[in-house]
């Protein structure tokens, strides 16, 4: 069982930035992906962004060039820099592990970001 803790987000103006990190902790394996979703109003959850154990990245095109994903595997732990945030950004983020042995998805409570001025 793994259990997944978000903090981080909030309330900011446009152009504005963000970091929202997440811990894991439990039975978490070395070889994992991590990666953080969101969920709009009306909106289907769509992915963010995210990273392997190996310190591969992806980025849903809309993010690319002002969100960071990074890692620290020796603490369990995944954030997001979001900078130059737009109003469109508003969504509640939920951070995700996925086990590649099982494929099994651990998912964050979420934290509400709204990008508005």
């Known amino acids: 069982q793994v259990q997944l803790v978000e903090s981080g987000g909030g309330l900011v103006q446009p152009g504005g930035s963000l970091r929202l990190s997440c811990v894991a902790s439990?039975?978490?394996?070395?070889?994992?992906?991590m990666g953080w979703y969101r969920q709009a109003p009306g909106k289907q959850r769509e992915l963010v962004a995210a990273i392997t154990s190996g310190g591969t990245t992806n980025y849903a095109d809309s993010v690319k060039g002002r969100f960071t994903i990074s890692r620290d595997n020796a603490k369990n732990t995944v954030s997001l820099q979001m900078n130059n945030l737009k109003p469109e950004d508003t969504a509640v983020y939920y951070c995700?592990?996925?086990?590649?042995?099982?494929?099994?998805?651990?998912w964050g409570q979420g934290t509400q970001v709204t990008v508005s001025s």
């Open positions: 439990g039975n978490i394996f070395s070889i994992n992906v």
């Open positions: 995700n592990l996925m086990e590649p042995g099982t494929r099994y998805d651990y």
